[in-house]
């Protein structure tokens, strides 16, 4: 078996009055994220990303909206479930490239945070994960602060 790599996506609305969660961590703002979960949007593309270099399919298909189990659900239990299905699969992560799209609040003072809580989360190293954000200069729902998109791209190798 070769590495194989993934690529995930996800997008969230924002509100006022909802809580904004990004890689496990809380982060400040007046708009929060609006989802099924806890619509942590960061944790949700890396569950996609590792699922899809796996071969096994979505986040959608192993935690359906529909399942009222998953109401509210903290995302860092899905990603370590996600996780448990690689490992059962014969992978492991090498490592993770994301980036989170969101005019306002500012990411970069939290992402050594999430980098560490990812990487707790996920039993590997924080340096095998990156973790980037980016305006999107105004433009687009990001731009006019109506919801979060994040992307994640996978590195996972054979064990």
Known sequence: MSPRIGLGYDVHRLEPGKELWLGGILIPSELGAVGHSDADTLIH???????????LRDIGHHFPDTNAGYK?????????????MIKKNGFEVGNIDTTICLQSPKIAPWIKKIQYKLAEVMEINSNQINIKATTTEKLGFEGRK??????????????
């Open 45 to 55: 593309a890396i569950c996609d990303a590792l699922l899809g270099a796996a071969g």
């Open 72 to 84: 509210g659900i903290d995302s860092k239990i899905l990603l370590a479930e996600t996780l448990l």
């Open 146 to 159: 109506e919801g979060i998109s994040c992307y994640a791209i996978v590195l996972i190798n054979p064990v």
